[in-house]
């Protein structure tokens, strides 16, 4: 049995990885999804002044608390910060950082930081408008305008995604992470969807700055060939992924 901290990225609450976390258990491990601080039913937990760190403390009590240990973390999409964050100070209760379709930020380096100068115009841009400033507004999750990120996605669901996501504290995109030196040696698995891993692995190797956090000694690599939702697309199938990278075999490392 393994104990799993499921993390949602942008938008979303615990609910997002309801069929994964229900296949897990199933499986008879032990499973915690967190709604993070200012997301889902916590928006009103101060929710537009919400930062990285709020939501770092927030998964570091809950281990620490819950008295958690060797615990599987991971974090989809966006809580990539706060997953890092949390895993980075609590090394010794952590066996391993799970990134679906996601990945750490240098030290330094905030999630925004991720965008090229165009897409982060336009987010910004929406942030002050239809955000006031704080939150960054629940996308209209249409497949006509974003295919790739939406494939696999049935029209009740995205209708559930557009009227349960919640607007997302701006501060958890705009802060960044100042990391220890030297990093803690915690194994660390990218699960990639909507990347072909060849590719993150040839831009890694090539020196860019933020894929260049996903290879090296400690890495292992899935791939789930799937949209960038892969807890609604094919929860079973990272189920499968994740139960197995709880086993010694994953521990290993390798491909």
Do not use: C
Not at 153 to 182: C, V
Not at 195 to 200: D, S
């Amino acid at each position: 049995m393994a104990t799993f901290v499921l993390v949602p990225g942008y938008w979303l609450g615990a609910w997002a990885w309801d069929e994964v976390a229900a296949h897990l258990r199933d499986a008879g491990h032990d499973v915690h999804a967190v709604t993070p601080a200012g997301q889902a039913e916590r928006a009103d937990e101060d929710g537009p002044g919400v930062d990285v760190d709020a939501q770092a403390d927030g998964l570091v009590r809950l281990i620490e608390d819950g008295g958690l240990d060797d615990v599987v973390l991971v974090a989809h999409s966006g809580a990539n910060m706060a997953a890092t964050g949390a895993a980075d100070r609590i090394p010794h209760r952590v066996a391993r950082i799970v990134y679906v379709d996601s990945g750490p930020m240098p030290s330094g380096l905030a999630g925004i930081d991720f965008h090229d100068p165009g897409s982060r115009a336009e987010l910004e841009k929406a942030v002050a408008e239809q955000g006031g400033g704080r939150t960054i507004p629940v996308p209209p999750f249409d497949p006509g305008t974003d295919p790739v990120n939406l494939a696999g996605l049935s029209q009740e669901r995205l209708a559930a995604m557009r009227e349960r996501g919640t607007p997302q504290p701006f501060g958890t995109a705009t802060q960044a992470l100042t990391r220890p030196d030297p990093l803690p040696a915690t194994p660390r698995t990218l699960i990639s969807s909507t990347i072909p891993l060849a590719a993150v692995k040839e831009m890694g190797e090539g020196g860019h700055p933020i894929f260049s956090m996903m290879v090296g000694p400690g890495w292992t690599y899935r791939e789930l060939p799937t949209g960038h939702w892969p807890m609604f697309s094919k929860p079973r199938e990272l189920a499968a992924l994740l139960a197995g990278l709880a086993g010694d075999g994953a521990a290993a490392g390798g491909a």
